[in-house]
C-alpha cells in the first residue's frame, strides 16, 4: 500500500515538474525554463502536446525538438503547444489523477494523523510554484 502511494506520489511530482518550465520564470521556479528544450527533452506536457495536439501543435513540437532552433525559440514553440486548447489542463489534471491516486490507497493505513501528513505530501507534489 506504501508502495502504491510512493509510486503514485513520485510520479504526480514529475509530472508536475515537468510543467514548471511552462508555469512562470526561471526565478519563481527555481528551474530554468530553458532546460528541457535545450537538451531536446520531450518531457510529460510536450509529449502529450505532440499526441492530442492539432496538425499545427504537433508541427511545433517537432520544429522546436528538431536541434534547429535555439534554447529560448525551442522554448517558447514549446510553450505555445504546451498551453494551446485544453493541452495545459490535461497535463495538470494527468499530474493531479497520481496525487488522487496516491491519497486514495491512504484509507488502508491505521492511524487518521499519519494518513493526513501523508496527503498533504501528495498534495503538495502538485500544488506549488517550484
Not at 495536439?53 to 528538431?66: D, H
Not at 493505513?109 to 505530501?121: D, F, K, S
Request: charged share 25%; with cysteine.
Amino acid at each position: 500500500m506504501l508502495g502504491h502511494y510512493g509510486h503514485h506520489t513520485g510520479v504526480a511530482f514529475q509530472l508536475f515538474d515537468d510543467l514548471l518550465p511552462y508555469l512562470d520564470d526561471a526565478v519563481v521556479t527555481g528551474k530554468p525554463a530553458t532546460s528541457d528544450a535545450a537538451n531536446l527533452r520531450p518531457t510529460w506536457p510536450v509529449l502529450l502536446a505532440h499526441r492530442d495536439g492539432g496538425p499545427a501543435v504537433r508541427r511545433a513540437v517537432e520544429t522546436a525538438l528538431s536541434g534547429d532552433l535555439g534554447p529560448s525559440e525551442a522554448h517558447e514553440m514549446l510553450r505555445a503547444a504546451v498551453t494551446a486548447d485544453d493541452l495545459w489542463d490535461a497535463a495538470r489534471c494527468g499530474a493531479r489523477g497520481h496525487a488522487d491516486r496516491a491519497v486514495a490507497r491512504l484509507g488502508e493505513l491505521p492511524g487518521a494523523e499519519a494518513a493526513r501528513r501523508l496527503a498533504g505530501i501528495a498534495a503538495i507534489a502538485v500544488d506549488r510554484d517550484r
